[in-house]
């Protein structure tokens, strides 16, 4: 997508209504992106891919009824599927990609007539942190790898919640509630899908805890929040205000913190556990199976995440020099290593490969005042918006 043809939305008032506003906006695209994840999806082997749908959604939407930020987020999800005419199951799944993976791994592992032939792109995303300067402005940045049907459905959400006293922009594709994202008072995330660790069927899914972050108003609660979650999926969430970053290994047993080098001011992470252990599911499930031959990410330490993970720490790991937004943007524009590219453009030959597609590449600038940099594609060819608060 060309940078000037991404629409960046005015989102505001109750959640519903936000919602609406994302589904009447984005209506056509909304239908593209339903109907490709269930060409890419399909039945999980076995069923029609709407009943697919109904079954997993089900399933993947269990937290406590009575959970108020559960409740805003299906509101939310409500609206959307409200003013894109489509069903509330189909968004839900839209905004349930993550879980999806474990669902349909545990359901394969359980019926082996369920059978999917695709491997999926669950395990490349890259996180970059830099603490810049000793007044402490830092970057926040990554890489969304996501797959290649999401070519020209990317967008922003600039969302306005007037009760807690803040504005947000999230990047996201047409129909979810937003993948990664900076606030108006100074607090950035992205996220690290980490397929590996454990997965709880009553915990929360990753897109309402990333909605629920960006609401954070300070460093602070944004990390008791991700500590005090129950999560449903395996996932690594980087939060960053000037002068702080954290990096949380979030499964089914809890938050486990993370530091690149044992340092506090740079981070960089991929799609492989390093701090949490809590992949008990998945070491029980491993050797079945491989067996039945289902994708090796599912059950493996991926290659490419274990490759993309060394050439981070190879940009980033030198004492002596000066990092900055200029060496960030370098390397997520990498497309250095052929192989194991941090920058995926999503051509015939990665496509081949099964290499994956750069949906879009983020920068967050948190120093006197936040600023969002967003690039809808690959960033070795696409450039990046500066998107500001007013």
Known sequence: ?????????????????????????????????????????????????????????????????????????????????????????DIAALNLLDEELWYGRNRR???????????????RCSVIAIREDPDGRTLLAQNLDMSTWTEGLQAVLHVTVEQVGLEYYAFTTAGSVGACGINSLGLALCVNSVPLLNCARDGMPVAAIVREILECTSFESAVRTLTARRHASGQCYTVATRGQIGSFECS??????????????????????????????????????????????????????????????????????????????SALASTTDVAFPICRAGSESTRARNVGYTTG????????????????????????????FT
């Open 361 to 388: 590449s983020v920068i967050w600038e948190l120093g006197g005042s936040p600023v969002a940099h967003v690039a809808p594609g690959p960033p070795d060819r696409t450039a990046y918006r500066t998107l500001r």
């Open 252 to 329: 089914a047993s809890g938050a486990v913190p993370y530091r690149t080098w044992g340092r506090g001011d740079r981070l960089v992470h991929t799609n492989h556990p390093l701090a949490s252990r809590d992949t008990s599911i998945v070491d029980a499930q491993r050797e079945a199976g491989l067996a039945m031959g289902l994708p090796r990410f599912l059950f493996q330490v991926p290659r490419n995440s274990l490759e993309r993970q060394t050439q981070l720490e190879q940009l980033f790991g030198s004492n002596d020099e000066v990092y900055d937004s200029g060496s960030v943007a």
């Open 1 to 89: 997508m060309n940078v000037s043809e991404m629409p960046v939305l005015e989102l505001y008032g109750p959640p519903r209504k936000r919602g609406q506003i994302h589904g009447e906006s984005l209506r056509g695209p909304i239908a593209v992106a339903i109907e490709a994840i269930k060409r890419e999806i399909g039945g999980n082997g076995d069923l029609s891919p709407d009943a697919y749908f109904d079954e997993f959604v089900g399933h993947c939407l269990q937290p406590p009824a009575d959970d108020a930020r559960l409740a805003a987020f299906r509101a939310e999800l409500q609206g959307v599927a409200d003013g894109s005419n489509q069903r509330f199951v």
């Open 109 to 123: 592992m359980a019926s082996p007539e369920a059978q999917r032939g695709t491997e999926g792109c669950g395990d």
